[in-house]
């Protein structure tokens, strides 16, 4: 069985989008004329608008017309970063130590990275929430696809917003691993507690609009005063 029609019209526009012939905020072809590029009818264009609007890539507006959703740092930061207080509160976080690196990729890098890269750029991050040190991350990502990224530094707190803005990268949606681990004698030294206090690990792979595997990060949480949530639908 093939593609749903409408598939033909997500992909014609997701190809755009990551192209950057179609930047964020710009304005998309209407209906009509998405239908007519494609070779499909006006309510299956609409259907494919509706698809990836219910996923945050467009933006449709009555009367004015359908655009790229813009990351901005707030919707970024809401989606992706999920510490929050013990009331649900979004907490920006703060940086306090950054260091990039770029190395050869692991065995694991190169299986699971785009392109098989055989180098990559690593960033190291230390940050804190309401002043106190929280986060320590290590986030990997393909050289080619982020060429210059360590010429950037320092890096904005909210990294996808710069994945998209500089390189066409527009994360979707990420996978991840959550266990709690004992933390170890370098991991209390920069958290500020006690060897073997419960920390809760998160391993992630992002993906961008592509579907492609653009980024891995090992991330180090101290939960004392927070939590992790994360919301089903």
Known sequence: MGSPLYQKVIDTIVARIASGEVLPGGMLPSETQLASETGVSQGT????????????IVRREQGRGTFVTARTPDSSLFNFFRLRNRNGDVIRPELIDERLLERPATDVERETLQGAPLTVIEINRVRSLQGVA???????????????????????????????????????????????????????????VVEGTPLLQVERLAHDILGRPIERRHSIYRTDRLSYRVTLA
């Open 45 to 56: 264009a609409r259907k494919a608008l509706m698809m990836l609007e219910q996923h945050g």
């Open 134 to 192: 929280s986060a320590i991350e290590t986030a990997v990502v393909p050289a080619d696809l982020f060429s210059g990224l360590e010429r950037r530094a320092p890096l904005p707190s909210a990294l996808y917003v710069l994945y998209q803005q500089a390189y066409g990268c527009i994360v979707l949606h990420a996978d991840e691993t959550i266990i709690a681990v004992p933390a170890g004698p370098e991991e209390a030294k920069i958290l500020g």
